[in-house]
């Protein structure tokens, strides 16, 4: 929706956003427990510095315990905006609190930092290497882009403005200038406003910088800081075009997976992490300062649903699919803090701040180890943890840690609705489990086990998942404590339903093409094209279109070789290095595989036309690929890439009517990285199957190969349910669903759930875990004077209580 524009905003409410910028309560009153806030830690981790003759300001990353002295980042450098940026609010808000000169001084010399690292085209560096300002112009979480680190530039500045207008009116102006040209490049990110790409089934907004609902948020937080002090249609319609993006990309409900969550990332549809999701802050936020209800609407529907497992049940770092409760950070903690107290400015429910305050009780013990995180008397926040134990703590206390922990104290320490809650500890609950399907024992068959990390869109729990075929039978037993009705959640891979007709294919030859780098002889061999957004595994912000940055394979074999034609389209090819440095510039990247059931990556390796001529590196092997033959083609608009590679080299035996496993992707600039299907090519089951197919046989699949491919799950002796997995319209994927739609009833004591193959034909039916959640979340906490605090949340209905006695 387009915005609504508002010429003149009515002095109440400008106010009002002012407090919630400042992180002042509207019932603002004096309160002990502002003295929490200590910035003496993230003062020491300040350092101030003269950078060609201009007096700024550094922030150490790292400092360690029992000293805590400074320790820097090896390789990437003495400082970030990443957190300078973010240390810089904090200062800010101290000077709206306090009106302390020193908070003043340090934001300054903060932002000048952030103002040094710009670029003039609005974009930024990351990192800098020593107190000279030497920036590092190459890493992979420094090169110029319009990235994290530029939206957090981008709300620093945005809050520099907006305090310094009445601190100092000629700095607030040369801030604003500096503010305007990111603003600028950020608007031009967003030509298609409006549209809508699809994965998966799911519509997803087209128009979000960096294709990030997370990244996209933070610029949000500026741009409405900014607005609230110098309201304007320009910055009115980024925030609305950022906001709607944020607002309209939130999936699923109570009980259905995502549960109700604004997804992080296009790319991913079901993964949230806890740094940097100011999806529901900054859409509370930007809907106060434009008056749009819809966008605090679905901020407060991610936050009763999706954000209120975190308090109701238990903290998790991420979920994906299903929740992570280890790594837990104070970064994740802000975010839930920070959502709930903007929510309840912006609604006037008392049951945000209430949130916001029990959220905040991580920092004070209430967390898995029983830890206090937040040392008040020397302002440290550790910076993790592990495990449910003391000794799982990560006692260090750097800069992100630190700051967000800070961050999370000052939205709370004035607002009593809040911060009565930071003492509280949990004494009841009723826990979920998580139960590995690989760890199940073998009743029949002969199921495979792989191993996983990332994907590309979502985590393998533990680092396993195992595979089931048609005979193939597990089960395990667990252990259930607290008899109820429960919610049975399988992580399974949703399988393409796609037909063989549509299946990628490699074309087998009686007649090899001539490596010359000429595509004649390739006319009628049908391409595997990455030319969308969807395809991008990471940086799709700088892509200008399939025009300028695409490529297409096409495949031939025979019994000797496989043979590649590669057509890349690239406004400029660089390639200044040879043998393993080629990764620098301008290459082709290859992974493959013996197959989808394939345990390994069986090939890695990359053209690059270099200047030694054309070289076909392997990754695998560390050398040249043996016996393999390449030509490279420049052409209008890019370059060809043309071999002949023996099927030896690769590891892979060729049979026709059987599928192999392929990824081909190349980088577009900075830290990208686009490919045949979006995710991660180092995992080998996220290899695209290509079939090596043979015209003069049967070209089809194995019989049966198209029957849909079904799960069959039983507890105990009770009905069991069968679960169709052949559901995605475009490719594998995994995801989290329901085994059966109502709650099952579980008694106290032990229960076996049994999983097997049930389709009629080929296949293999893919588990990751199965996750076992009671229906109803009731979980109680004490506080110092011996209150008892109960939070219900029925998952089914979606109705939250509150009780105190």
């Known amino acids: 929706m387009f915005p609504r524009r508002i010429p003149i905003i009515a002095a109440l409410s400008l106010l009002i956003v002012s407090m919630v910028m400042m992180n002042v309560p509207i019932n603002a009153q004096s309160d002990p427990l502002a003295s929490?806030?200590?910035?003496?830690?993230?003062?020491?981790?300040?350092?101030?510095?003269?950078?060609?003759?201009?007096?700024?300001?550094?922030?150490?990353?790292?400092?360690?315990?029992?000293?805590?002295?400074?320790?820097?980042?090896?390789?990437?450098?003495?400082?970030?905006?990443?957190?300078?940026?973010?240390?810089?609010?904090?200062?800010?808000?101290?000077?709206?609190?306090?009106?302390?000169?020193?908070?003043?001084?340090?934001?300054?010399?903060?932002?000048?930092?952030?103002?040094?690292?710009?670029?003039?085209?609005?974009?930024?560096?990351?990192?800098?290497?020593?107190?000279?300002?030497?920036?590092?112009?190459?890493?992979?979480?420094?090169?110029?882009?319009?990235?994290?680190?530029?939206?957090?530039?981008?709300?620093?500045?945005?809050?520099?403005?907006?305090?310094?207008?009445?601190?100092?009116?000629?700095?607030?102006?040369?801030?604003?200038?500096?503010?305007?040209?990111?603003?600028?490049?950020?608007?031009?990110?967003?030509?298609?406003?409006?549209?809508?790409?699809?994965?998966?089934?799911?519509?997803?907004?087209?128009?979000?910088?960096n294709d990030a609902s997370d990244q996209s948020s933070i610029a949000l937080l500026g741009l409405a800081a900014y607005y609230q002090t110098r309201p304007n249609e320009t910055t009115a319609d980024v925030m609305t075009k950022i906001a709607d993006g944020v607002a309209a990309y939130?999936?699923?409900?109570?009980?259905?997976?995502?549960?109700?969550?604004?997804?992080?990332?296009?790319?991913?549809?079901?993964?949230?992490?806890?740094?940097?999701?100011?999806?529901?802050?900054?859409?509370?936020?930007?809907?106060?300062?434009?008056?749009?209800?819809?966008?605090?609407?679905?901020?407060?529907?991610?936050?009763?649903?999706?954000?209120?497992?975190?308090?109701?049940?238990?903290?998790?770092?991420?979920?994906?699919?299903?929740?992570?409760?280890?790594?837990?950070?104070?970064?994740?903690?802000?975010?839930?803090?920070?959502?709930?107290?903007?929510l309840y400015r912006a609604t006037g429910d008392e049951k945000y701040a209430k949130y916001a305050g029990l959220a905040a009780s991580w920092l004070f013990g209430n967390n898995m180890a029983g830890v206090q995180m937040y040392d008040p008397a020397t302002g440290r926040v550790f910076d993790g943890i592990n495990g449910p134990v003391s000794w799982r703590v990560n006692r260090n206390a750097g800069a992100?840690?630190?700051?967000?922990?800070?961050?999370?104290?000052?939205?709370?320490?004035?607002?009593?609705?809040?911060?009565?809650?930071?003492?509280?500890?949990?004494?009841?609950?009723?826990?979920?489990?998580?139960?590995?399907?690989?760890?199940?024992?073998?009743?029949?068959?002969?199921?495979?086990?792989?191993?996983?990390?990332?994907?590309?869109?979502?985590?393998?729990?533990?680092?396993?998942?195992?595979?089931?075929?048609?005979?193939d039978v597990m089960a395990l037993t667990t252990e259930i404590t607290q008899p109820g009705d429960y919610l049975v959640y399988v992580a399974h891979m949703r399988l393409s339903s796609k037909q063989a007709a549509d299946v990628a294919r490699a074309i087998r030859t009686s007649a090899p093409p001539t490596i010359d780098g000429k595509l004649d002889e390739w006319a009628s061999i049908p391409a595997l094209k990455s030319n969308t957004r969807a395809q991008f595994l990471r940086g799709v912000g700088a892509w200008q279109g399939p025009e300028t940055d695409s490529h297409a394979i096409q495949l031939q074999w025979d019994a000797d070789n496989?043979?590649?034609?590669?057509?890349?389209?690239?406004?400029?090819?660089?390639?200044?290095?040879?043998?393993?440095?080629?990764?620098?510039?301008?290459?082709?990247?290859?992974?493959?595989?013996?197959?989808?059931?394939?345990?390994?990556?069986?090939?890695?390796?990359?053209?690059?036309?270099?200047?030694?001529?054309?070289?076909?590196?392997?990754?695998?092997?560390?050398?040249?690929?043996?016996?393999?033959?390449?030509?490279?083609?420049?052409?209008?608009?890019?370059?060809?890439?043309?071999?002949?590679?023996?099927?030896?080299?690769?590891?892979?035996?060729?049979v026709a009517g059987k599928p192999i496993g392929l990824e081909v992707g190349r980088g577009i600039g900075g830290n990208s990285f686009m490919d045949l299907t979006g995710r991660d090519p180092d995992v080998v089951s996220n290899l695209l199957p290509v079939l090596l197919s043979d015209p003069s046989a049967a070209d089809q699949m194995a019989s049966g190969d198209d029957e849909p491919v079904l799960l069959r799950v039983q507890i105990d002796q009770d009905a069991p349910t069968v679960i169709e997995q052949s559901v995605s319209p475009d490719d594998d994927y995994w995801w989290l669903d329901l085994a059966w739609k109502s709650p099952v009833f579980l008694s106290k004591g032990t229960h076996t759930i049994t999983y097997a193959f049930a389709g009629a034909g080929g296949g293999r039916s893919k588990l990751d875990a199965f996750y076992l959640q009671p229906a109803v979340a009731k979980r109680t906490f004490k506080l110092p004077d011996n209150r008892l605090i109960t939070l219900t949340y029925n998952t089914l209905s979606g109705e939250s209580s509150w009780t105190e006695e």
């Not at 993964?271 to 407060?300: F, R």
């Not at 073998?442 to 191993?451: E, K, M, V, W």
């Not at 071999?643 to 060729?654: C, D, N, R, T, V």
Request: proline share 4%.
């Open 250 to 342: 939130r999936l699923g409900n109570h009980y259905a997976y995502p549960f109700g969550m604004h997804p992080e990332a296009a790319s991913a549809p079901g993964y949230w992490h806890d740094w940097g999701a100011h999806m529901v802050h900054a859409l509370a936020v930007a809907g106060m300062a434009l008056k749009n209800q819809d966008w605090i609407a679905s901020a407060a529907k991610d936050a009763d649903s999706f954000m209120l497992r975190q308090l109701a049940f238990e903290r998790f770092r991420d979920m994906s699919v299903v929740p992570d409760r280890l790594g837990q950070i104070a970064y994740g903690t802000n975010m839930l803090v920070e959502g709930y107290m903007a």
């Open 400 to 471: 992100e840690s630190t700051i967000e922990g800070l961050m999370s104290i000052q939205a709370i320490a004035d607002e009593p609705l809040a911060n009565q809650y930071l003492k509280a500890q949990a004494v009841r609950s009723t826990p979920w489990q998580l139960l590995e399907a690989e760890r199940g024992d073998r009743i029949a068959g002969d199921p495979l086990y792989y191993t996983g990390t990332w994907t590309g869109e979502s985590n393998i729990s533990d680092g396993r998942y195992v595979g089931l075929a048609k005979g």
């Open 562 to 654: 496989l043979y590649i034609a590669a057509s890349v389209r690239d406004p400029e090819h660089v390639q200044g290095y040879t043998l393993s440095n080629v990764w620098h510039d301008d290459a082709l990247w290859f992974y493959m595989s013996t197959g989808p059931d394939a345990q390994r990556i069986s090939s890695k390796f990359t053209f690059a036309q270099t200047t030694d001529g054309p070289q076909i590196w392997n990754w695998t092997g560390s050398g040249f690929v043996k016996g393999a033959t390449m030509m490279w083609q420049a052409q209008e608009g890019g370059y060809v890439y043309e071999a002949a590679i023996p099927w030896k080299s690769l590891g892979i035996e060729p």
């Open 36 to 209: 929490l806030v200590n910035l003496d830690h993230l003062k020491f981790l300040t350092e101030p510095v003269t950078i060609d003759g201009r007096e700024m300001a550094i922030v150490h990353i790292y400092s360690e315990a029992p000293d805590y002295k400074w320790v820097d980042a090896a390789g990437e450098g003495i400082s970030a905006i990443d957190d300078v940026a973010r240390a810089a609010i904090v200062f800010l808000h101290d000077y709206e609190r306090t009106k302390s000169a020193e908070s003043l001084d340090l934001a300054r010399r903060c932002l000048e930092f952030v103002r040094y690292m710009q670029t003039p085209d609005g974009e930024f560096y990351n990192f800098v290497f020593n107190r000279d300002g030497k920036i590092n112009e190459t890493g992979g979480t420094s090169y110029k882009s319009l990235t994290w680190w530029a939206m957090r530039g981008l709300w620093a500045l945005g809050e520099g403005v907006r305090v310094f207008d009445s601190a100092d009116k000629a700095y607030a102006d040369e801030l604003a200038k500096s503010f305007q040209l990111t603003e600028a490049a950020l608007a031009k990110t967003m030509t298609r406003y409006g549209e809508f790409t699809e994965k998966h089934g799911y519509k997803i907004p087209a128009w979000l910088p």
